[in-house]
């Protein structure tokens, strides 16, 4: 079965880029109509769509981030990525990444990875 | 933005309860709206997606309805692994995806 593992720096300096990285095991990121997205949760609060791309690297971003966000593929190595840059406190955070499927019937999330939190401080 | 309703924010029951959750968008949604559940400290699961289609591997003591604006999400019978936080995600505005606040569900 698809499993994913976020990685990345989990300390991030203020003004600096946020960079995190979706290795996806147990299936081909390519394989299948799947787009792959990140979603974020600060401590204590809800869930919050970042974005999302395509294996052909079409992507959509959460509009409240499209400045800052940007989402890329790199199906060689199975592996999808996270960059948000110019943070603040108010993205520290669990970034999760997610399979996002999709039919008729709508998209939903499964699976997703553990999570990796990011915490933006001097 | 669709805004997503969860109600309650928390609640608390014992094992063996029959519990609903409640979540309300800001405007009709079809059927396009799915559940998770959240323990501490885990991903989300997904539970049930379309309104009312069970994910593969889930108990079937979870179930979903609803359409248009009003969705729940019934727990037919509480076992003790079920106490956790539950969110609610609409796609109908895909790719804008939003998701509900929340609902804490405790042990009484």
């Known amino acids: 079965q698809v499993q994913l593992q976020e990685s990345g720096p989990g300390l991030v300096k203020p003004s600096q880029t946020l960079s995190l990285t979706c290795t996806v095991s147990?299936?081909?990121?390519?394989?299948?109509?799947?787009?792959w997205s990140w979603i974020r949760q600060p401590a204590g609060k809800g869930l919050e769509w970042i974005g999302r791309i395509y294996t052909s690297g079409s992507t959509n971003y959460n509009p409240s981030l499209k400045s800052r966000v940007t989402i890329s593929v790199d199906t060689s190595k199975n592996q999808f990525s996270l960059k948000l840059s110019s943070v603040t406190a108010a993205d520290t955070a669990v970034y999760y990444c997610a399979r996002d499927d999709y039919d008729s019937s709508g998209n939903w999330f499964d699976p997703w990875g553990q999570g990796t939190l990011v915490t933006v401080s001097s | 933005d669709i805004q997503m309703t969860q109600s309650p924010s928390s609640l608390s029951a014992s094992v063996g309860d029959r519990v609903t959750i409640t979540c309300r968008a800001s405007q009709s949604i079809s059927s396009y709206l799915n559940w998770y559940q959240q323990k501490p400290g885990k991903a989300p699961k997904l539970l049930i997606y379309?309104?009312?289609s069970l994910q593969s591997g889930v108990p079937s003591r979870f179930s979903g309805s609803g359409s248009g604006t009003d969705f729940t999400l019934t727990i037919s019978s509480l076992q003790p692994e079920d106490f956790a936080t539950y969110y609610c995600?609409?796609?109908?505005?895909?790719?804008?995806?939003?998701f509900g606040q929340g609902t804490r569900l405790e042990i009484k």
């Open positions: 995600q609409q796609s109908y505005s895909t790719p804008f995806i939003t």
């Open positions: 379309a309104a009312s």
């Open positions: 147990g299936g081909s990121i390519s394989s299948g109509s799947y787009y």
